[in-house]
């Protein structure tokens, strides 16, 4: 891979990534502008030889030429992301994801990089309810008029600009399209991912609030997984101009996943999943998908990649890596 440029290094699946490629000797830049990447996460590389974080704007591309100089490998995983941001704030959504996109894209072609993945996601599908879903399986989203859309609205268009810049340029693009990754580091506030809130509350002895009936369903990828086949996605050759679904076929409605933590929280008995409309969260006009669970054949046959970790041996590590936090104080 040669030397790596990590965008959002310092979030949650970048932390990760970052780190696991410092682990394996690259010489690794770490970019994030830190409004909601954690500096904590990856302070312990500080000092090392091949480790350099950069704190910088993906909006800004004059700061991206320095994160770019002698950069043979690009991870581009900075977005505006979170379920509540796309209905508070839908023009930051729109303008960091896109033009963020665009920015890299444009500097990665004139530095003529060896690979350029871009973390993308399930919500391109849309609504798209016809499961599992593979990568040519229609993209079915909501009117304009819903903020809930503009999410996946501006993934799609960041991966028309890597196709077009993969045709036109030649630019060596993946495109992963990762499945509710979850794991240590997720944010635990409402901007969140829907595992990490529901641990923040049990371990605080709260109800979890499971949004709608509860019946929807997901499927939840731990973080070791992703990284791994984030990893294999810059190596192998034939990933090439792909786009890949990473995720674990396993299909889990969201009121299976509470009562889940719950168990493995050790609060039996004295918890249970709370209900709450949707509106009361998100506001008037919100709209849910039903079920969402992938195909992975494509990336089992370019990458090799299987999911090794199983939801409840995941949730276990991620609710303790959580418990020890509280008590250390981070809440």
């Known amino acids: 891979m040669g030397n790596v440029l990590v965008t959002g290094g310092a979030g949650f699946i970048g932390s990760h990534l970052t780190e696991r490629l410092v682990q394996r000797g690259h010489n690794v830049r770490c970019l994030d502008n830190l409004s ?10 500080r000092g090392k030889r091949n ?3 950069l704190k910088r704007d993906i909006l800004r591309k004059d700061a991206l030429k320095e994160a770019l100089v002698q950069t043979d490998t690009v991870f581009h995983l900075a977005a505006k992301v979170g379920v509540k ?21 444009e500097l990665a072609r ?3 990089v060896d690979r350029f993945i871009f973390a ?13 879903l593979r990568e040519d399986s229609d993209r079915v989203l909501g009117p304009t008029s819903i903020d809930r859309w503009c999410y996946a609205t501006s993934k799609s268009v960041d991966e028309h600009l890597c196709n077009a810049y993969s045709r036109m340029y030649h630019l060596p693009i993946v495109i992963l399209r990762y499945f509710n990754i979850y794991g240590p580091r997720q944010d635990t506030s409402d901007y969140g991912g829907v595992v990490s809130i529901f641990i923040r509350r049990i371990l605080n002895d709260q109800n979890p609030l499971v949004h709608g009936t509860g019946t929807q369903t997901r499927s939840f990828t731990y973080i070791d997984d992703a990284v791994e086949a984030t990893i294999k996605a810059a190596r192998v050759k034939e990933a090439m101009g792909e786009t890949m679904n990473i995720g674990n076929p396993r299909e889990t409605t969201i009121n299976e996943l509470a009562e889940l933590v719950i168990r493995l929280s050790r609060k039996q008995g004295r918890l249970r999943a709370q209900l709450v409309p949707y509106e009361e969260f998100y506001g008037a006009g919100y709209e849910d998908i039903p079920r969402r669970v992938p195909d992975t054949s494509k990336a089992m046959q370019i990458l090799r990649f299987q999911p090794r970790t199983s939801l409840e041996d995941g949730l276990a590590k ?12 981070h809440g």
């Open 36 to 45: 909601r990447g954690q500096y904590e996460y990856i302070s312990h590389m």
């Open 51 to 53: 480790f350099w974080f």
């Open 85 to 105: 941001y796309y209905v508070e704030d839908p023009e930051s959504v729109i303008k960091v994801n896109i033009q963020g996109t665009e920015n890299l894209l």
């Open 110 to 112: 004139k530095k003529d």
């Open 120 to 132: 993308s996601t399930s919500e391109v599908y849309g609504r798209n309810t016809s499961v599992p």
């Open 318 to 329: 991620t609710i303790e890596w959580y418990r020890h936090r509280l008590c250390r104080g």
